[in-house]
């Protein structure tokens, strides 16, 4: 029963260099998310997944882009990673956009 | 811009005692009222949820109160434990149309003393 799985759990990076973060979920949900949770912040959602082929951008979608590679997988790309990217990523997955999320246990990504 | 405050941003309770968590929210759109826990290193998991037109909801020691007229929801958690000490977050969902916003508040970090 892993629920939502995200990899790498840590990643540093240079300023400039691109990064995928991976999700991957076995509970058969039709919507996936991505989020990063800053200190203060809260979380932010980035980008989500309704369903299997669409994505539609969330509150803080600049420098990033998405993928639904298929129902069970949600990657996230940062093209050219900057300082201000720094954060916990997270991602989640529901039944569908009116059901409960359920996250993984983030990706800490720090970028120097 | 942020839509749902949150407070205390922290806040320390003796076991036993009763720790309340209070959120305010600007947009009276939002149907969805639910409230996450998070331990350290680990993702946030749903803890309680309430719909406006719902006043009070209880599930074990964790009540929500949602005021709508105030446009603010609390958490109280009863006979507080130390294995309750966490981060807690509130949120609020807006779904309009083909859109859709789950906006969490700043959160509150629990610590509950033996």
């Known amino acids: 029963n892993a629920g939502v799985t995200q990899t790498p759990k840590f990643q540093v990076l240079k300023t400039g260099q691109s990064m995928t973060l991976q999700c991957a979920q076995d509970?058969?949900?039709?919507?996936m998310y991505w989020y990063r949770q800053d200190p203060g912040m809260g979380l932010r959602l980035i980008y989500y997944?309704?369903?299997?082929?669409?994505?539609d951008k969330g509150e803080v979608p600049n420098g990033y882009n998405v993928s639904r590679l298929n129902k069970r997988e949600f990657s996230l790309r940062l093209e050219s990673a900057a300082p201000s990217q720094t954060s916990v990523y997270f991602c989640?997955?529901?039944?569908?956009?009116?059901?409960?999320?359920?996250f993984g246990d983030g990706t800490r990504l720090s970028i120097l | 811009q942020q839509q749902v405050k949150q407070s205390p941003q922290s806040l320390i309770v003796q076991k036993g005692g009763i720790s309340i968590i209070n959120c305010a929210y600007e947009?009276?759109?939002?149907?969805?009222f639910p409230w996450y826990q998070q331990f350290p290193g680990k993702g946030p998991a749903l803890l309680i949820a309430?719909?406006?037109?719902?006043s009070e909801k209880k599930e074990g020691r964790f009540t929500i109160s949602f005021n709508k007229s105030a446009k603010q929801f609390s958490l109280h958690i009863m006979d507080s434990q130390p294995g309750d000490s966490a981060t807690y977050f509130c949120?609020?969902?807006?779904?309009?149309?083909?859109?859709?916003?789950?906006?969490f508040g700043s959160g509150t970090r629990l610590l509950v003393r033996p």
């Open positions: 989640a997955s529901s039944v569908d956009l009116h059901q409960p999320q359920h």
């Open positions: 509970m058969n949900h039709n919507s």
């Open positions: 997944s309704a369903s299997e082929g669409t994505t």
């Open positions: 947009n009276t759109a939002f149907d969805y």
């Open positions: 309430i719909r406006p037109d719902v």
């Open positions: 949120a609020a969902r807006r779904q309009m149309d083909s859109s859709y916003k789950l906006i």
